[in-house]
């Protein structure tokens, strides 16, 4: 039975950065594509990133230019590299798995258990 597991998650300040890591066992990540979601208290899910099989990147427009998705295949792991981060990007942090990117949020295979991420001074 395959698995996802986030961690790098923490308490940062304004404009510091965070890399979160989503590690996968059981099964060859690089054969799937890798979404960050986010939700914070309150608020619906949101899309973060996405990096295809083929490693190209889609982001969301609150995120563009400070979040860069990438991954490790020996490691079997991808990364989500955060700068410039602000108190609104405050949220629990999931990584999935799919088959694509355009899926979004749909027939995802596999779910993280989520990792916090907290923005405050």
């Known amino acids: 039975q395959g698995q996802l597991v986030e961690s790098g998650g923490g308490l940062v300040q304004p404009g510091g950065s965070l890399r979160l890591s989503c590690t996968a066992s059981?099964?060859?990540?690089?054969?799937?594509?890798v979404h960050w979601f986010r939700q914070a208290p309150g608020k619906e899910r949101e899309g973060v990133s996405c990096?295809?099989?083929?490693?190209?990147?889609y982001y969301g427009d609150s995120v563009k230019g400070r979040f860069t998705s990438s991954r490790d295949n020996a490691k079997n792991t991808v990364y989500l590299q955060m700068s410039g981060l602000k108190p609104e990007d405050t949220a629990v942090y999931y990584c999935?798995?799919?088959?694509?990117?355009?899926?979004?949020?749909?027939?995802?295979?596999?779910w993280g258990q989520g990792t916090q991420v907290t923005v405050s001074s």
């Open positions: 990096i295809s099989q083929s490693d190209d990147t």
């Open positions: 059981g099964f060859n990540l690089e054969t799937y594509a």
């Open positions: 999935a798995a799919n088959l694509d990117c355009s899926l979004a949020y749909y027939a995802i295979d596999y």
